[in-house]
């Protein structure tokens, strides 16, 4: 019993003990009693406030293993949360105020003279059906990655945290299946449209000319214009670093530590969110803003007008190589039945 | 409810909707009448036709350049939907706890992703296809794009369910697998069947003239 | 037309009901509409129209099936959801079935799934025929055949006059009637009317090699219009006249000419539609040649030094198996002999046959689908083609002509005719 006493008598005065063996200097300060606490400066160095790194032994052998906190992790995440998460989303939701205020304002874009019914081949079968199948995964890559980004401050407030928790799931899951196939189709894109999309003489006066958005009249363009190409090498180099860095997230097993997984998420979601705005305004001009484009990618023929308007140089050359066909023609390329055929039918039925 | 519904008598009713139905229309192929040929054959119809079954599986030299983009894409899309039916760990416990009793080994993680992956791309490819090309896109019709899109649901949330860690997403998997079943029988996805028979019926017709078709 | 469904387009659909076999349930539930046929149709590859696509060439007989036979189909029917096939739907397909399809059967070849395309748009063109949608030229030829005897016209007559040149010609008689003996020859319109070098060919060989043979006053003629056009019925009672000549002269063996869609009606049809099997063989006269070869009754002397190449007629070839045969017989008789790409099984169709060649209404199309032919040829640098179809060899000495390309056309059994060791000759 009284061995029991001392010995809990010595453990009261043990640290006591060591305390007294080396006090912190501000007990002693002339200042007097300073109201930190002892614990703070331990803390400090662990969270390497003074930007020296601390760098410990584990018996646990891999990367990072003997690195006691990633000091640099919370910054990340507050600019996760706060920066890209926020300005990401004022980013795609102004992209779409912006189209549909162009829309508003200059409705379509309407080829001078209208369509003519001649037409023009601009796109095999094969590089329409690259581009769909990168437009479908990237869509959905979108989607699912969108989720992932601002669900919380979006989708919580709506569907709850337990709902939530399982859109989260699922996009993670989908977002991680698909993302090699945008890869994939990427290296589909690069082989296909690389040559006709190299910058050449006559791309910077299309530029100074502000794309035909400012100011009336179409400008001057090849095959691909200035924009065009621009938006081509946006998505090569871009979508090549959103891959990259995508498989660097998706598979940490290649001894990349906490710092290149931290870089690779936010060049991830830069690139995505660049990728996206700029995405929405390529399917507007592709579609419901520009008369006549669409029909490049759905049938792989374009009306010769919207050629000479848009490519002249190119329309140019579809002129001089009588390239141009009919809209009976063209009509028969996409199957359609012949008139003489419907007549015929309708004298040989009576 | 939602849940008791999905696991239990959906489940067999599609799953007797799908066999029945099945059988039903291989039976009306297989033990329909039929009138014998009456010129002397030249070769043997029933080893040509048994072969045909098989060679058709790799596309004649001559029009092998012509129709790339279906073969590979239809590879891609038909051994990564196999693949991971047959194979993905899920499955395989689900079907030796629920229908077989036995089991085999499934295929490791990163072959169930890429056989996934291989089966996307496939489909998303050959239903591109048959949206902008002229020719698929004359003769298809509204049953190829339900067909098309219902598989694409079906694999889909199969994949989003990956964690396994969400009921809701296991019945959803679930529930888009019933429809499909439901649907089979009287869809496209009969040729999953009848390319068997079809291709056998062809062959024999060329083997007993004398041809390898 | 009026609420009362034609009487054209009952007689139309009876013949699709018919038809509908379990092939066709089969073919039907397997296809999934994947377009791969329409690269391997000539006609669609020359002309990139995609209503040549073969299966789409079936679709009246798919309407039908899809709305009497699947189950969403006939669900939809039921309420009163689906456009039945009408009879504008058979007027549209004519062209397709019988301007833009030279059933040459490649399409049943490359198809994935296995559906034999070129057998049911066999089926539909008999649909159309008996509804009468067939195009005016190939309703004459086949009411001619009735009457006549032969599409062309050709009366014994003519055949008599022919044969008289031929006996001048080569100094042997030509055997006409002969009861007992072991062959019967039979003779295509085109034989008669363009090329008799046939049947001085034949006369030739068969005394080089001592066949007992006849042709037959009753039934000369090897054409078959009701194939042609896709009426069973008239196929059925052409072929019957081949099979009571033989008959009546009891030969053991009836010879096809080079003819393909003859050998075709003859050898594989004909007992099918006369509902009975032949007493006797069918064979087609490079078979024969081949065989007679082989047993070495045929011995050939001096070398083709013309680059050559042969051209594969469909119905002989890829839907009459009769591959291996040609090749044997070219092969002692040719220095410099060139397969031409995709021959064999696989080979590209002149673009004449299934009756197109006899539907003047087909005629751009025909020389558009022999673009591929020509490019073909043009490929082999050859000096001559040798073929062994009489319809293969007109359409092409036409195309060639149209495209001004000096290049001759050779009938195979000419050829070996030209080559025979003299000696030997009894």
Redesign the interface.
């Known amino acids: 019993m009284r061995i029991k006493t001392l010995l809990i008598l010595f453990c009261l005065v043990l640290p006591q003990i060591s305390l007294a063996d080396g006090p912190p200097k501000s007990l002693n300060s002339p200042e007097g009693v300073s109201a930190i606490s002892p614990g703070s400066e331990l803390w400090r160095a662990v969270r390497q406030r003074d930007g020296e790194v601390l760098e410990g032994v584990s018996q646990v052998k891999s990367v990072d293993s003997g690195m006691l906190i990633n000091a640099r992790g919370d910054q990340w995440a507050r600019f996760r949360i706060s920066k890209l998460t926020t300005y990401g989303g004022i980013a795609i939701a102004a992209v779409f105020v912006i189209v549909i205020l162009l829309y508003v304002v200059r409705g379509k874009i309407p080829i001078e003279g209208g369509l003519s019914g001649r037409m023009v081949r601009r796109f095999t ?2 590089e ?2 690259v581009h ?2 990168l437009a ?2 990237f869509l959905f890559l979108t989607i699912t990655g969108l989720i992932l980004l601002l669900g919380k401050p979006l989708l919580i407030p709506l569907f709850g945290k337990e709902v939530f ?2 859109f989260a ?6 977002h991680n ?2 993302g ?2 945008f890869l ?2 990427l290296i589909m894109i690069f082989l296909s449209f690389a040559r006709r999309n190299i910058y050449e003489k006559g791309d910077l006066t299309w530029l100074l000319k502000g794309g035909g958005i400012i100011g009336d009249g179409h400008v001057s363009g090849g095959f691909f214009n200035m924009g065009e190409k621009t938006w081509y090498w946006m998505v090569i180099l871009i979508g090549f670093a959103i891959a990259i860095s995508g498989l660097i997230l998706v598979s940490p097993v290649f001894g990349q530590g906490r710092w290149i997984m931290e870089l690779s998420h936010v060049i991830h979601t830069i690139g995505a969110l660049i990728l996206i705005t700029v995405s929405i305004g390529h399917m507007y001009l592709g579609s419901i803003g520009s008369e006549g484009a669409m029909e490049g990618m ?3 023929y374009v009306d010769i007008n919207w050629a000479d308007a848009h490519h002249d140089r190119w329309g140019k050359k579809c002129h001089d190589e009588n390239l141009i066909i009919s809209a009976e023609e063209y009509a ?4 359609r ?1 012949p008139d003489d ?2 007549e ?3 004298e ?3 | 409810m939602i849940e008791y519904l999905i696991d239990g008598p959906l489940w067999y009713f599609s799953l007797a909707v799908f066999v029945i139905g099945v059988l039903w229309q291989l039976g009306s192929i297989v033990f329909a009448g039929r009138k014998g040929d009456l010129s002397v054959a030249r070769g043997n119809a029933t080893s040509s036709g048994f072969k045909n079954i098989f060679s058709r599986f790799i596309p004649h030299r001559e029009i092998a350049p012509q129709i790339g983009v279906q073969v590979v894409a239809g590879y891609l899309f038909h051994l990564g939907l196999f693949a991971l039916l047959f194979f993905a760990a899920p499955h395989v416990l689900f079907l030796e706890e629920n229908l077989l009793g036995f089991g085999w080994t499934p295929m490791p993680h990163w072959a169930f992703i890429m056989a996934s992956q291989a089966a996307f791309l496939g489909l998303i490819i050959l239903w591109v296809r048959r949206m902008t090309n002229p020719v698929s896109r004359l003769i298809s019709t509204l049953d190829d794009h339900i067909v098309a899109i219902l598989t694409f649901v079906v694999m889909l949330t199969g994949c989003l369910a990956l964690l396994e860690g969400f009921n809701a997403l296991r019945l959803l998997h679930r529930f888009t697998v019933e429809l499909w079943l439901i649907y089979f029988p009287f869809s496209a996805l009969m040729h999953t069947f009848t390319f068997i028979p079809s291709r056998a019926f062809t062959g024999a017709w060329f083997g007993r003239r004398g041809i390898d078709a | 037309m009026g609420e009362q469904m034609s009487e054209r387009l009952e007689k139309g659909l009876a013949v699709l009901r018919a038809e509908m076999d379990y092939k066709v349930h089969s073919f039907f539930s397997s296809c999934v509409n994947c377009g791969v046929c329409a690269e391997s149709c000539l006609f669609y590859t020359e002309t990139n129209d995609p209503r040549y696509t073969p299966i789409y060439k079936t679709e009246p007989m798919r309407k039908l099936w899809k709305s009497e036979y699947s189950f969403w189909g006939r669900l939809a029917s039921k309420l009163g959801m689906t456009k039945p096939l009408t009879e504008a739907d058979l007027a549209d397909w004519e062209e397709l079935v019988y301007d833009g399809c030279s059933m040459c059967g490649r399409c049943s070849m490359v198809c994935p799934v296995g559906v034999d395309i070129s057998m049911v748009i066999f089926k539909v063109k008999h649909a159309l025929a008996v509804a009468g949608f067939s195009p005016e030229g190939l309703v004459e030829t086949t009411q001619r055949a009735i009457d006549v005897g032969s599409p062309m016209g050709v009366t014994l007559k003519t055949v008599q006059a022919m044969i008289k040149h031929v006996e001048a010609n080569t100094g042997l008689s030509v055997p006409m009637d002969v009861e007992g003996a072991d062959y019967m020859a039979l003779l295509s319109s085109n034989e008669i009317a363009l090329y008799p070098e046939y049947l001085e060919s034949l006369v030739k060989i068969f005394d080089h090699a001592g066949v007992s043979w006849t042709l037959s006053s009753q039934a000369f003629e090897a054409t078959n219009s009701g194939l042609q056009i896709g009426n069973k019925k008239i196929a059925g009672q052409l072929v019957q006249r081949v099979v009571d000549g033989a008959e009546k002269l009891k030969v053991k063996t009836v010879i096809s000419p080079e003819c393909g869609h003859a050998y075709t009606a003859l050898r594989w049809e004909g007992p099918n539609f006369i509902g009975k099997a032949y007493p006797f063989r069918v064979v087609h006269i490079l078979e024969l040649l081949d065989e007679l070869r082989a047993q070495g009754r045929i011995k050939t002397t001096g070398m083709e030094t013309d680059r050559l190449t042969f051209h594969d007629p469909c119905s002989i070839v890829r839907r009459g198996g009769v591959q291996a045969q040609p090749r044997n017989l070219l092969e002692p008789i040719t220095e410099n002999f060139v397969e031409m790409a995709d021959h064999g099984s696989m080979n590209w169709c002149c673009g004449g046959g299934g009756g197109v060649s006899g539907n003047e209404r087909a005629h751009d199309l025909k020389l558009t689908a022999f673009n591929k032919k020509k490019s073909q040829i043009e490929e082999l640098k050859v000096d001559a083609v040798v073929t062994a179809c009489s319809n293969c060899r007109m359409v092409m000495e036409d195309g060639l002509e149209a495209n001004e390309m000096e290049i001759p056309l050779l009938g195979l059994t000419e050829l070996i005719a030209e080559h025979l060791d003299e000696k030997r000759t009894s």
């Open positions: 079968d094969y329409r059906i769909w199948t479908i995964v928790s399982v799931s699922a996009s993670k899951e989908g299946l698909f090699p196939l994939v189709s759905k049938s792989g028969r390329l996409q199957g039945k055929t419907a015929l039918a309708t040989q039925g009576k």
